[in-house]
């Protein structure tokens, strides 16, 4: 009979039939629970060794809760962490309680997995933690990605360990690195260079990265040249570039080429998944009234994000010679973009006189609304098969004039 295919209910019974085997009734109590090792004492045939086991399996299970209880005290944790129970020790040197002078008689302990306990204890100092690099670089493949996020965010965590790190598949783990003061500088340089965008900007975000901190430092400053900012405008990394097109001191004649720049790189579209909230400013830029000409023209010619180019056809600030190139996009049937020209107040009338017929009812309430509507076109639209369309007729200016 296997023991260990049985369930809970069948244990129990065996432990309670006056016709199992000692034998029988000494193995339940390494395989069963505290209530199945009750009945295993009730019956007749459990020896004395048995018994004494039981009574063991007793004393561990209360050092186990007392090792775990945050609410132990300082000695009896001291006095636990020397127990010869592995389970008990790791409890120990995970609890937030045990003394330091406790962790670092563990740190010498046999088990492994007590050392990696002691390890991401809250409270180890760096005497602790140094003491402990030999282990982490043996058993750094070992522990889970959560562990080495905690290590990667360690303020004691040697510049050789965040070194290895950097080099981890998991972005929230090279994030936390780049974040670190204790990185190296070398390090530093390799993150800022990273694929994901999120990890470069830990590093912009580091205090210590003067590599790079002094960079956004530069094309944040509203006083920057315009020399200093044409070199910036050749950076390897897409977040400086960026930030380069939208600086007032920017020469203009640089600035279309650096859309196109922008716009060929993968990152700007990597960037629209991976940071959704820093692409909702990259938007608010666009559709900012006072955003120049010359960047909606960049973004109108070079842009192949069709939200974008929407955005800039909504835009009243956008050249219209641009919006009419805009119109005739091959592409224009995708999303709503005849709706946003149709709500540009400065669409030409001959615009739109031709999105009057649009199929899209939403794109003929925007022309029906818009200032520069002609009151011919107007005079067709008031018999609109859509009430919507008529009702907007009949508040535009340009209609009441016509009357």
């Known amino acids: 009979m296997n023991l260990k295919n049985l369930n809970s209910k069948e244990k129990k019974k065996l432990a309670i039939d006056s016709n199992t085997s000692a034998d029988v009734l000494d193995k339940l109590v390494d395989i069963g629970s505290p209530h ?51 389970i008990v020790r790791k409890n120990i040197a995970s609890n937030p309680n045990t ?23 809250p409270n180890i100092n760096t005497e602790i933690f140094k003491n402990l690099v030999g282990f982490i670089e043996k058993y750094l493949n070992s522990i889970t990605d959560k562990e080495k996020i905690i290590l990667a965010d360690n303020l004691h965590t040697s510049k050789g360990i965040l070194k290895k790190l950097a080099y981890n598949d998991c972005v929230d783990i090279r994030k936390r690195v780049a974040s670190n003061p204790n990185t190296p500088a070398n390090v530093i340089y390799k993150l ?13 975000q580091n205090s210590n990265s003067n590599y790079c901190c002094e960079k956004i430092r530069i094309v944040k400053n509203s006083n920057s040249s315009g020399d200093v900012l044409k070199e910036l405008a050749k950076d390897d990394d897409i977040f400086i570039r960026w930030e380069v097109i939208f600086h007032p001191n920017t020469p203009k004649k640089i ?45 109108g010619k070079h842009c192949d994000s069709h939200m974008i180019k929407e955005l800039v056809a909504s ?89």
Request: with cysteine; aromatic share 8%; proline share 5%.
């Open 99 to 121: 003394p330091i002078k406790a962790l670092e008689n563990l740190i010498n302990d046999d088990s492994w997995l007590v050392k990696r306990k002691v390890l991401f204890n």
């Open 255 to 299: 600035i279309e080429n650096l859309i196109k720049n922008v716009c060929s790189d993968e990152d700007f579209y990597l960037i629209q998944d991976e940071r959704p909230e820093w692409f909702d400013e990259v938007i608010e830029k666009i559709v900012d009234e006072n955003c120049p000409a010359e960047i909606l023209a960049g973004f």
């Open 192 to 204: 800022a260079k990273d694929k994901k965008y999120s990890v470069r900007e830990s590093v912009y």
């Open 36 to 86: 199945v090792q009750n009945q295993v004492e009730k019956n007749p045939n459990t020896s004395s060794k048995t018994h004494l086991k039981i009574q063991q399996k007793r004393g561990v299970r209360r050092r186990i809760h007392q090792s775990k209880n945050s609410n132990t005290s300082k000695e009896v944790l001291a006095e636990l962490a020397q127990d010869d129970n592995e």
């Open 315 to 403: 835009n009243p600030q956008i050249p219209i010679e641009l919006l009419k190139k805009l119109f005739d996009y091959e592409d224009s049937f995708y999303g709503n973009f005849n709706g946003a020209i149709a709500s540009n107040p400065n669409t030409p009338p001959e615009i739109l006189s031709e999105l009057a017929e649009d199929d899209d009812p939403c794109v003929r309430i925007s022309v029906a609304r818009n200032p520069n509507t002609p009151a011919e076109v107007l005079r067709d639209m008031v018999r609109d098969i859509v009430d919507q369309v008529r009702q907007s007729v009949l508040k535009n200016d340009n209609f009441s004039r016509y009357l």
